[in-house]
């Protein structure tokens, strides 16, 4: 018996069968094939759908991670360019800063003292030394120190008012009141330098 007349003879008997079942046999039949059909179709759908929401899942996963590396990233590239900044400014700045502060009091008239104190270490990693200047001012007239603050704050040195005392020395009111003035400053620069 060859392979062809095998087929042929399944195919004769199960029409045979079939023929042989009452209508609400074949009628359950098909339907039991209809459903172990859509039973298949269903499961191969599911399955996919459910690989499918995996990996979308995954690619959201994968999306916010690249937003928050690009923000981050954005974020760390300002902070880098903003200590560099402080570097490049630290370096260029004059390191002379007792002798800029002591000439532009000279240049306006007062009578001035800038006492550096020893520098201290910051506390981060950023290799910079915190000096406190002492600043003592005598017969200063108002309009004139407040210029002389304003040339303070221009300086290209990283400088900080940490304390100002004045006392008045005349009962003059108005703008000629003379003063004696007491600045505490805060100088900032790297610890390379070796300036006061």
Do not use: W
Not at 69 to 82: D, F, S, T
Not at 167 to 183: L, Q
Request: proline letters at 3%; aromatic letters at 8%; a positive charge.
């Amino acid at each position: 018996m060859n392979k062809p007349e095998f087929l042929d003879n399944i195919q004769s008997t199960a029409k045979t069968k079939i023929n042989s079942l009452q209508p609400r046999e074949k009628f359950l039949l098909v339907g039991s094939a209809i459903v172990l059909v859509v039973m298949i179709v269903f499961t191969i759908f599911h399955s996919m759908n459910v690989n499918i929401n995996k990996e979308l899942a995954e690619t959201e996963n994968y999306r916010k991670a690249l937003n928050y590396i690009a923000e981050n990233q954005a974020l760390y590239q300002r902070n880098k360019a903003k200590k560099e900044a402080m570097r490049q400014k630290l370096l260029s700045a004059d390191s002379k800063v007792v002798s800029k502060l002591t000439s532009m009091a000279s240049a306006l008239g007062f009578d001035v003292t800038v006492t550096p104190k020893d520098p201290k270490k910051t506390s981060d990693d950023s290799g910079t030394e915190e000096q406190e200047i002492e600043v003592q001012l005598k017969n200063v007239d108002y309009n004139k120190f407040l210029e002389y603050l304003v040339q303070i704050y221009k300086l290209d040195t990283p400088i900080y008012m940490r304390h100002i005392n004045m006392n008045r020395t005349s009962n003059n009111s108005g703008s000629d009141t003379k003063m004696t003035v007491s600045i505490t400053l805060m100088s900032y620069r790297l610890k390379e330098q070796n300036a006061t």
